[in-house]
């Protein structure tokens, strides 16, 4: 059973361009949470979606991050106009179930942004 | 959401067992204790997580106090692989996110 998926590994884009990051999870989770580790700090928690459903997004910023897990396909994590600040690894893990059981984490998209 | 405190920083050798402890002392009743680890420039890794009872498996041991209010991570034969920083959350059943916090970084010196 393969793991999580992340997809590009590595990410470089110039200030104002799009960052795409994709995540596809264990064969048959259908929970998806997305996680951002700053240079130095911590892991903290993004977003957390079920198939084409946002369920909590308490941790995304207010603009130009959106997240989406469609039916089909992988969950993709969206950063419109890039900046310096948004430097960072960004984890995707994977559940089986939700709240409770545990997470399956990928090996992370390091996004630099010059 | 409910903390938790660890130690910053342990070292063990090689072969030894390693005692991570963890309180939580403002735990609900609902909130699982889980641990995860994160080696160097990879993503973070499943330990293990209980509720209640003892837990064990492959990798560890998770050893829960009676109140709830503190747990230990015991890795019985600790090798250099186990060079990590772990961490210990509580995941409430009621949210799926995990907030970790600075975690302790274990050495293992050969």
């Known amino acids: 059973n393969a793991g999580v998926m992340q997809n590009p590994r590595h990410l470089v884009r110039r200030r104002g361009q799009e960052a795409r990051l994709r995540c596809s999870p264990m064969?048959?989770?259908?929970?998806v949470y997305w996680y951002r580790q700053l240079p130095e700090e911590g892991l903290k928690f993004m977003v957390y979606l079920q198939k084409e459903n946002i369920i909590d997004e308490s941790g995304m910023p207010k603009e130009r991050f959106s997240a989406e897990f469609p039916k089909e396909g992988p969950s993709i994590l969206r950063i419109q106009q890039v900046v310096r600040g948004d430097s960072a690894a960004y984890f995707c893990?994977?559940?089986?179930?939700?709240?409770?059981?545990?997470?399956?984490f990928g090996p992370g998209t390091r996004l630099t942004v010059t | 959401d409910a903390k938790t405190t660890q130690p910053n920083s342990m070292e063990s050798n090689e072969e030894e067992p390693v005692h991570l402890p963890c309180n939580h002392s403002?735990?609900?009743?609902?909130?699982?204790i889980h641990w995860y680890r994160q080696l160097p420039s990879q993503g973070p890794e499943y330990v293990i997580h209980?509720?209640?009872s003892n837990v064990n498996n492959r990798m560890a041991s998770l050893a829960i106090a009676e109140d709830r209010k503190s747990s230990t991570l015991i890795l019985h034969r600790a090798t250099l692989r186990d060079a990590a920083v772990y961490y210990c959350i509580l995941g409430s059943s009621n949210t799926g996110k995990l907030i970790f916090g600075q975690g302790t970084t274990l050495q293992v010196k050969p």
């Open positions: 209980g509720l209640t």
């Open positions: 403002t735990i609900s009743g609902t909130d699982y």
């Open positions: 893990a994977s559940s089986p179930r939700g709240q409770g059981y545990e997470q399956y």
């Open positions: 064969k048959g989770h259908s929970h």
